[in-house]
């Protein structure tokens, strides 16, 4: 690794794996990892569902932020982000001062595949389709983008391969 004393934020949309990828690089690696929808579900003694209904998203978007000012003290942790953590500018500039930002794809048919059974994203709800998860998807593209330092595909890879090549890469 030739960053060292540096965050790695794993960014990209909902269902590429970012939580799986961080807890193989723990596994693999050693690596501490922080999954920021965790702690803001702890700090909040709510779900992110229960979030998004009761204060909206905007508000669920200002812990993010508060979040990211909080870990950037820590010392050389990966970050778990949730999908919706580029969205912000003042969100993005925060990673790239304290860290590498990996982006995590995946095409819509397996996104669909992985967030199917799982109610737990209010941004997903009715819209579990190819159709809806694509415009999504190309919404945020040109913010995960901006964002990263680096891309990796996910699809046809296993969890493992992708927390590999991330760590040969940064
Ligand atoms: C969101 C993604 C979720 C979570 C929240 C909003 C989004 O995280 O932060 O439901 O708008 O993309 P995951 O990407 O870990 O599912």
Not at 63 to 81: F, G, P, Y
Request: hydrophobic fraction near 35%; include cysteine; charged fraction near 35%.
């Amino acid at each position: 690794m030739s960053k060292v004393n540096r965050h790695i934020y794993l960014i990209g949309f909902m269902g590429c794996g970012k939580t799986s990828v961080s807890i193989a690089m723990n596994q693999l690696y050693g690596k501490n990892i922080v999954e920021v929808d965790d702690r803001i579900i702890a700090k909040e003694g709510r779900s992110i569902n229960q979030i998004f209904a009761e204060s909206g998203e905007n508000y669920f978007r200002d812990l993010e932020t508060e979040m990211l000012k909080e870990l950037a003290d820590e010392d050389n942790i990966i970050v778990s982000c949730g999908g919706g953590m580029v969205l912000r500018e003042e969100n993005r500039r925060l990673m790239k001062e304290n860290g590498v930002i990996i982006w995590l794809d995946a095409t819509p048919e397996t996104i669909l595949d992985r967030v199917k059974d799982d109610d737990s994203r209010p941004n997903l709800k009715g819209k579990k389709n190819v159709k809806d998860i694509k415009a999504l998807k190309n919404k945020r593209a040109d913010a995960y983008a901006e964002a990263a330092d680096i891309k990796v595909d996910t699809d046809g890879k296993t969890i493992r391969e992708v927390a590999k090549e991330i760590y040969e890469s940064v």
